[in-house]
C-alpha cells in the first residue's frame, strides 16, 4: 500500500493567514492526489483533485500543487469556515489517505 | 443535486453481522462506481470497499476482505455493506461516497466526490 503522511498534524493560525498544508507520499503517485475538507461532526467534502484542479463550486482562495511524491495544498487568505481538518488521499492504486491535518484558530 | 443518505448503523456485539444501506438520489446510479469509506472515533478516514458501476467487480481493504460484502441494486439506486464478523476495531462512522468518474471500474484513478452523512457502527460487548 502506498502510505501517505500529511505535516503538520496540526496548526494554529488566524483569520486572514495564508497557509499550507504538505502531502508526501512513499512512491511516486504522479499527479493522482486529492484534497478534502471535513468540519466537526460533518462528512468530508471534496476540495481538490489531479493535485491542482478546484472541484466546482471551491473558493480561489484554495490552490493545491506537486507531482511525484511532494504535494501541497495552500489557503490563502483563511476565512472562518476553513478552520477544519484537512485530508489528502492518492488515487493511484487503492486509495489511502494522510492522517489529517487540523486547522485550528489562534 | 446529489444525495446520498445511510442507515442500518448500530451497536453490535463482537463475531454479530450488520448490513449497511445507502440510498442515491440526484444522479444516475448504475453509471458510477460507488466506495465505503469509515472513520473510527478521533481518527483519519479508511477506504474500505468499491463496486464498479455495473456490480461485475468489488474490491476490498485487506483488513475487511472475507467479512465485508459490498454490493447495489441499481434498479433501487441503492449501495449496501453487508459486514460479517465484526470486531471491535471495526467500530467507525460508514460513509458511503460516490466515485467521481463515470462509468468507474476500479478503485484507483477516481476521488470521492459526493458523500453521505454516516452512520455509526459500534462493536462492544
Known amino acids: 500500500d502506498i502510505q501517505m503522511t500529511q505535516s503538520p498534524s496540526s496548526l494554529s493560525a488566524s483569520v486572514g493567514d495564508r497557509v499550507t498544508i504538505t502531502c508526501r507520499a512513499s512512491?511516486?503517485?504522479?499527479?493522482?492526489l486529492n484534497w478534502y475538507q471535513q468540519r466537526p461532526g460533518k462528512a468530508p467534502k471534496f476540495l481538490i483533485y489531479g493535485a491542482s484542479s478546484l472541484q466546482s463550486g471551491v473558493p480561489s482562495r484554495f490552490s493545491g500543487s506537486g507531482s511525484g511524491t511532494n504535494f501541497t495544498v495552500t489557503i490563502s487568505s483563511l476565512q472562518p469556515e476553513d478552520f477544519a481538518t484537512y485530508y489528502c488521499?492518492?488515487?493511484?492504486?487503492?486509495?489511502?489517505f494522510g492522517q489529517g491535518t487540523k486547522l485550528e484558530i489562534k | 443535486q446529489v444525495q446520498l443518505v445511510e442507515s442500518g448503523g448500530g451497536v453490535v456485539q463482537p463475531g454479530g453481522s450488520l448490513r449497511l444501506s445507502c440510498a442515491a438520489s440526484g444522479f444516475t446510479f448504475s453509471s458510477y462506481g460507488m466506495h465505503w469509506v469509515r472513520q473510527a472515533p478521533g481518527k483519519g478516514l479508511e477506504w474500505v470497499a468499491f463496486m464498479r458501476y455495473d456490480g461485475n467487480d468489488k474490491y476490498y481493504v485487506d483488513s475487511v476482505k472475507g467479512r465485508f460484502t459490498i454490493s447495489r441494486d441499481n434498479s433501487e439506486n441503492t449501495l449496501f455493506l453487508q459486514m460479517n464478523s465484526l470486531r471491535p476495531e471495526d467500530t467507525a462512522v460508514y460513509y458511503c461516497a460516490k466515485d467521481s468518474r463515470f462509468w468507474s471500474g476500479h478503485p484507483s484513478e477516481g476521488s470521492f466526490d459526493y458523500w453521505g452523512q454516516g452512520t455509526l457502527v459500534t462493536v462492544s460487548s
Open positions: 488521499q492518492q488515487s493511484y492504486s487503492t486509495p489511502t
Open positions: 512512491q511516486n503517485i504522479r499527479s493522482y
